[in-house]
């Protein structure tokens, strides 16, 4: 390494230059052809939302060159799409709020309160990282259907919140926690409790680590197929994935409109992910570090 | 595929999990001004008071609950249930001993999907590390329209399973769009059966993984890279280190924690795959076609046979699977992440040469 500093050293500070450049021109380059084989599926299912069934048939991966906007006029038209996007809505929306209303209070209680069991507390919550859905997902529908919320959006969601706390937990711990304490013991003075610190301070301290786990939350919830496939069989409650499948089956030969269907459906978590992406890096920065 | 999402914000669990006794306060995220540590860290308040105890019972209270009655609970009923044969009506009566966990383990279909599944850790490490590694660096850099470019790379990550394996099978089913592109571009000879094959499938299955979960590599490593303070490649490159001398000896060292819970996190989504399979092959074809994993063998033969027994016991055996290769690597591979953390002497450290190559830089 001794000899490779001595040799690189002198062409450094002339070449550093043009090596930037030409390496920005690379990376440039490389960046495009990256975006264009993430894209281009998703530019499939969405240019072929615009085309008929005859041209998909004999030219599978052609440009529209008529643009048909009926297929996609069709689905947001018809009721049975904007009721499923209503019912992901109600599901996320709903997931999101528990979550991270009940994330935030465990985690205020386990990071600004020391009492014996917190420890265990604390390691029973992170543990729950082991039990992915999948394991627990039979037994789960069969406790859902006993508690008599099978088919509807309640036995969707109460579970959801339940696997999304471990992770919440894990990120809003540490966030609560760097709070100063002589935040708390001002907010004492000026006579507030450690609840109403926790309502009037740390909502607003922790709000970088709250939207992180937000977004996830929500977005965890939008996409979430395993849990509504067990628990919504009648098609009135169905979230938008499971939608999207039973359309996708019942107008298989209708490829376009699956097409239209498919694009509208990833819309929101689109828009919703691209609004806050840097959020989510920010938010994990903290977290993976080791 | 909620979990790997979900557990990707596990990652400083590995530091807090294993037996950590209040370990959360000495963790606390980089960035955050250290003041807060060692105050709330080390208040030693043991006698609570009443009212501090209602407090707690109000604040803990509603997500303990929840979490013992929808995550805990059921697992420990999966263990329960693995010992009857039960269609999943009324109370399970019918006690089999182990005869669930015999048929599973003699099981030749069983054998499959665990091939498949060790198959599919396997290339998602091999396939996605190298790749988004080699990506975050280069995207870690300011450039024009980066935000936009992290976007759109996240894209495929962020649509759902659904959208997702709707999009492929169509794309890629005999008459389909990359068979069509093949014959257009002139490349007739490599259409294939994508799908159908079994040749082939696991493959497509892999190539489908590696599109849709590249971008949470990428995320996680930005994530990390960001963590790394610039001074140190600053003062390298002042001391003549080419760019790439800086990555490889400086960067690549320091994002080793991150890159060891990226394949952690990995190898449990990969050891629990359900959604791709079951939507691209479904039930049927996925164990023709090759592609079955132990989460749609459970789905198929539990809940789509009626034999809730059976479907729990297949769950138990996923389980205790996924925990004896988290354990292992957390025993072998992440064991110098979290040596502060845990009990374990750190002492013993370094006579391992592992330890040692990774100080030096």
């Known amino acids: 390494m001794a000899t490779a500093v001595i040799r690189t050293r002198p062409p450094r500070t002339q070449r550093a230059p043009g090596q930037t450049r030409s390496g920005t021109i690379i990376i440039a380059f490389l960046a495009l052809v990256l975006i264009a084989l993430m894209l281009a599926p998703v530019a499939y299912i969405i240019l072929g939302g615009f085309r008929s069934n005859s041209d998909i048939t004999v030219d599978p991966s052609g440009f529209p060159t ?3 906007w009926e297929n996609y006029v069709d689905v947001l038209t018809s009721g049975v799409f904007w009721r499923q996007v209503l ?3 109600i599901a996320a929306v709903a997931t999101t709020a528990f979550t991270v209303g009940l994330g935030l209070m465990a985690a205020f209680g386990l990071s600004r309160y020391s009492f014996r069991g917190r420890g265990v507390l604390y ?9 992915p859905m999948t394991v627990a997902i039979t037994p789960l529908y069969i406790l859902v259907r006993d508690l008599g919320l099978a088919n509807s959006l309640a036995g969707v969601i109460v579970p959801q919140i339940a696997f999304a706390l471990p992770m919440t937990i894990i990120i809003l711990v540490p966030f609560l926690a760097a709070i100063p304490n002589e935040l708390q013991e001002a907010a004492a003075i000026d006579g507030c409790s450690r609840l109403g610190f926790f309502w009037r301070m740390v909502l607003r301290l922790s709000l970088p680590g709250v939207i992180t786990v937000g ?5 965890a919830s939008w996409n979430s197929y395993m849990l509504p496939l067990f628990i919504l069989n009648n098609e009135a409650a169905y979230t938008l994935p499971l939608g999207t499948q039973a359309f996708a089956s019942r107008y298989s030969v209708d490829t376009a409109k699956v097409l239209a269907f498919t694009s ?18 920010g938010g994990l920065t903290g977290a993976v570090k080791g | 595929m909620a979990t790997v999402r979900e557990m990707a914000q596990s990652t400083d669990n590995a530091p807090g999990m294993p037996g950590s006794d209040g370990g959360v306060q000495t963790q606390p995220p980089s960035g955050q001004p250290p003041a807060g540590r060692s105050t709330s860290g080390r208040r030693r308040r043991r006698g609570i008071g009443w009212a501090a105890r209602a407090e707690l019972l109000i604040l803990i209270g509603p997500a303990l609950v929840v979490f013992l009655a929808f995550v805990i ?3 420990i009923l999966a263990a329960y249930y693995g010992f009857f044969s039960w269609n999943g009506f009324g109370t399970p009566t019918k006690f089999v001993g182990l005869r669930n966990y015999f048929t599973i383990l003699t099981d030749p279909a069983f054998h499959e999907a665990v091939g498949h599944n060790f198959f599919i850790v396997i290339m998602s490490l091999v396939l996605q590390g190298p790749v988004a590694l080699v990506l975050a660096l280069l995207l870690n850099r300011k450039m024009r329209f980066q935000s936009l470019i992290r976007v759109l790379i996240f894209v495929p990550y962020v649509i759902s399973e659904v959208v997702v394996g709707i999009g492929w099978s169509l794309m890629l089913q005999s008459e389909g769009a ?14 294939a059966d994508w799908l159908a094959d079994p040749a082939l499938a696991i493959w497509t299955l892999m190539a489908i993984i590696t599109w849709k979960y590249v971008g949470f590599a990428i995320i996680l490593f930005l994530a990390g890279l960001q963590g790394i303070p610039d001074e140190l490649a600053e003062a390298a490159a002042i001391d003549g280190a080419s ?14 924690p991150t890159i060891r819970i990226w394949a952690f996190l990995s190898i449990i989504g990969s050891l629990q795959l359900f959604d791709l399979v079951w939507i691209i092959w479904g039930q049927y074809v996925s164990s023709t076609a090759g592609t079955s994993t132990m989460a749609t063998y459970m789905v198929s033969n539990g809940r789509g046979a009626g034999s809730y027994g059976y479907g729990s016991a297949v769950a138990v055996v996923l389980f205790l699977i996924s925990l004896a290769v988290a354990l292992v690597y957390q025993r072998f591979v992440l064991r110098r992440d979290t040596a502060g953390a845990l009990t374990h002497r750190p002492t013993a450290e370094p006579t391992t040469d592992s330890t040692t190559d990774e100080g030096k830089s």
Do not use: C, D
């Open chain 1, 123 to 131: 390691a029973l919550f992170t543990a729950g990282l082991m039990f």
């Open chain 2, 178 to 191: 990359l068979n069509g592109l093949l014959e257009k571009l002139g490349l007739g000879a490599l259409q």
């Open chain 1, 87 to 89: 019912n992901s809505t």
């Open chain 1, 66 to 68: 008529i643009w048909h």
């Open chain 2, 73 to 75: 609970l059921p697992v």
């Open chain 1, 215 to 219: 977004i996830l939350a929500f977005i």
């Open chain 2, 243 to 256: 760019y790439w001398q800086v990555q490889r000896y400086i960067v690549l060292p320091l994002l080793g």
């Open chain 1, 264 to 281: 509208l459906s990833m819309i929101p978590a689109l828009v919703f992910f691209s609004l806050f992406e840097r959020r989510i890096v």
